[in-house]
């Protein structure tokens, strides 16, 4: 099969091939760091060789499940977490899924909704009185089982299937996706009897979709996670430390945006022309983000949906402050065939594009729209995808983790903790008046 390919042609005005050849020697040394785990944060480096360790009994156990719960003629499944808890899954789930499965429904694979990734009441609300009507199962991910947001739904949503289903019924449909010893949700789930996978302790929320924290999600929606796992072995190979710098797209990519960052280039804007693909920008986002937005460095990773955004955040795009780039993934091959009609009267004036496919014209609008924004100073790179299925998007999801590991490394800080994090959860603990917070919470009232 082919392999997702890197263009990096469109930045060629604005850094030259020389300037991103220069990053070649510190972006194998850096990729050599994450394979030998030798650099910052190494003690979360479980996913580098993640996707050539996946076991055989890890995989048939998850599809397993998803059976058995597949079984149970489920409408619903609910992933309670947060974070990388619930991005990865819901990437790949809205990339492979109909757009309109959650009107359509299915008789084969539930619907997946999330909970825990917020705190709206009105969510929540929402979201029970769904389920009330609906058959339902969830899973909760978190390795403390303390992580205020999907605690608080784990609460509720537990109680409402003990209510309705009975303590033995709904222990048989729930899954503990946690630490394999420790924790809150580790005891309960002893306790319990519930089903559990183990969160790897080397690896990092946001770098877990490879892991049971995505994968469960992703069989009982009724996809090919073998085929997902494949493809990021593909793409584990195909940038691999001893591959040379020039046939390294994970190497190219990171050297290229550091070689941006560097000529003032600041805010980095993940373009798609398939709205399928809005949450892998989500969770490309929080990849970059919590990876590199540190020691007061780091690229800021933003999205669009092309063209829906052209005719909203376009014109800052085409003429606003010149800090951006554009990181452009380009389907190559859709799904399904539409074809514009002839029409006699043709007061729309389309009729020049009858015949031609609807995705044509979504080419045309991108290639356009590449030409008008590199012209008004904006770089672009583009990522192509062969086609939007599971082994791309495992390819996909690799490249882009290993690519995040590198540039961090060459930002120089350690991508792999995220301290800022912390902040907001003290400051909203002593509004709470969580027990142990006391003097946060006289500090922080005394500042009301």
Not at 34 to 62: H, Y
Not at 79 to 87: F, N, P
Not at 222 to 248: Q, W
């Amino acid at each position: 099969m082919a392999n997702i390919s890197l263009q990096l042609d469109k930045v060629y005005n604005f850094v030259s091939d020389d300037e991103i050849k220069a990053y070649k020697q510190v972006s194998e040394k850096q990729n050599i760091a994450l394979r030998e785990k030798t650099g910052k944060g190494n003690d979360f480096l479980g996913w580098v060789d993640l996707p050539s360790s996946i076991s055989e009994a890890m995989l048939s156990d998850i599809e397993k499940v998803a059976l058995k719960l597949q079984s149970k003629h489920l409408e619903v499944f609910v992933v309670i977490g947060i974070g990388g808890s619930y991005l990865g899954s819901k990437a790949v789930i809205d990339a492979l899924s109909d757009s309109f499965s959650h009107i359509k429904g299915s008789f084969e694979s539930p619907i997946v909704l999330f909970a825990g990734q917020n705190i709206s009441e009105d969510y929540l609300f929402e979201l029970r009185d769904l389920l009330d009507s609906k058959e339902w199962a969830c899973a909760v991910v978190s390795k403390s089982g303390t992580t205020t947001e999907p605690a608080l739904a784990f609460r509720l949503l537990k109680q409402d299937l003990e209510e309705r289903y009975g303590e033995e019924e709904a222990q048989k449909r729930i899954i503990a996706i946690t630490d394999e010893e420790h924790g809150a949700l580790r005891k309960l789930a002893n306790e319990k009897g519930y089903k559990t996978f183990v969160i790897p302790n080397d690896v990092g929320g946001r770098f877990s979709v490879l892991t049971p924290v995505g994968l469960i999600a992703i069989a009982i929606a009724g996809f090919d996670i073998r085929e997902l796992v494949n493809g990021a072995k593909s793409m584990e190979i195909a940038c691999g430390s001893e591959v040379p710098f020039e046939e390294n797209i994970a190497a190219q990519y990171a050297a290229a945006r550091n070689a941006l960052y560097k000529k003032g280039k600041k805010v980095e804007i993940m373009v798609n022309y398939n709205p399928k693909l809005h949450f892998f920008a989500e969770w490309w986002k929080q990849l970059y983000g919590e990876s590199e937005g540190k020691e007061s460095k780091g690229i800021f990773p933003t999205s669009v949906d092309f063209s829906s955004d052209l005719h909203s955040m376009g014109q800052y795009i085409q003429e606003g402050e010149r800090i951006l780039f554009e990181t452009v993934l380009s389907v190559d091959q859709v799904n399904n065939e539409v074809l514009v009609p002839e029409d006699k009267a043709d007061l729309d004036k389309l009729n020049f594009l009858a015949g031609k496919r609807v995705d044509y014209i979504n080419k045309m609008a991108e290639l356009g729209t590449c030409i008008a924004h590199v012209d008004g100073g904006v770089p672009n790179i583009r990522i192509n995808i062969p086609q939007l299925n599971e082994y791309y998007l495992g390819q996909l999801i690799y490249f882009f983790e290993i690519a995040c590991g590198i540039s961090g490394y060459i930002l120089d800080v350690n991508p792999f903790d995220q301290p800022g994090v912390e902040a907001y959860k003290k400051n909203m603990f002593a509004l709470l008046e969580k027990p142990g917070f006391e003097k946060e919470t006289a500090e922080i009232k005394a500042r009301l």
